[in-house]
């Protein structure tokens, strides 16, 4: 089976994450990418919509064909179809309160005949070979200007649970005085995560914990 292009949210290094932080293979003709996606309002229990991706082609000529493979609450796979021709953004308009917000996504040229992509039960099997202990780190820490001095200030955190199943996130932040503040939160499968913690008492370094809830 030769894959011309693969991402993932679900693929991360143990740096960060063991199995989504966009691990990919690049060809030299076509490459996608999700470039846009969200926490559908209406979703008590998370959920995701995939809004956007962009798909990138050496020549704008180029018809190209994308797989897009969406994990479902309870470890279910479902695959969409879409074409373009040439470079540009493409909509993807998948929203649902069951996605898990972990992901595979696959392009090939149309014209190529020996790029072919994998089926739900291989995506399945592929991903629950991968270690199934979910991941978490901050996206990043800002520096805040205040009297005398800066705090710091962090906006969000990624959430990677590979069964898609609830997680509790503890966060530590460490404080001038050498203590250590600490925050709970709450989150559904993969995604983004608003952290929203900020104080003039605050040196920037951190840690964190993340557990499943419903394991």
Known sequence: MKIRTFYSFCCYSLLFFAFFSFSQVFAQKVQFKVTAR???SNC???????????????????????????????????KKEYTRQGAGYLKLDLSSCDYTGNYYAFACLAEDKECSFP??????????????????????VDKIPCDGGEGAKVESGYVYAPTGGQVEITLFMEKKDGTWRKKTYLYFGTGKLDLDMEGCDLTGNHKATIRYLDN
Request: proline share 3%; glycine share 8%.
């Open 38 to 40: 969200s926490i559908p």
């Open 119 to 140: 089926d739900v039960y291989q995506i399945e099997t592929k991903h629950n070979a991968q270690d199934q202990a979910p991941k978490f780190r901050i996206v990043k």
């Open 44 to 78: 008590s229990a998370g959920g995701t919509s995939y809004d956007m991706g962009y798909v990138s082609t050496a020549n704008n000529q180029d018809w190209v064909v994308v797989a897009f493979f969406v994990q479902r609450k309870g470890g279910y796979w479902e």
